[in-house]
């Protein structure tokens, strides 16, 4: 399993654009453990990303549930 680490704005362009999620959301969501993401020294968040991932469809699903819980 190859995983990389991207920025949150990163993630949010890749995996959910036009969604009107922001970067400090996305930090809020690691630092919760609802995403998993590492943090550098100098601080600032990297969202870890599988490479495998599915099509968009399953992730926008994945959203969903996520924000339902």
């Known amino acids: 399993m190859a995983t990389r680490k ?5 993630f949010i362009d890749e ?3 036009d969604s009107g ?3 400090t959301t996305i930090i809020n969501w690691i630092k919760h ?4 993401g590492t943090r ?3 601080g600032r968040y990297l969202v870890c990303v599988d490479d495998e ?3 968009p469809a399953d ?3 994945e959203l ?3 924000l339902e819980s």
């Open 40 to 42: 550098t020294p100098t």
């Open 21 to 23: 999620i922001c970067n």
């Open 64 to 66: 969903l549930r996520f």
């Open 53 to 55: 991932m599915g099509n």
């Open 33 to 36: 453990g609802k995403l998993e």
């Open 59 to 61: 992730r926008v699903s």
């Open 15 to 17: 995996f959910y654009p």
């Open 6 to 10: 991207i920025r949150p704005r990163q």
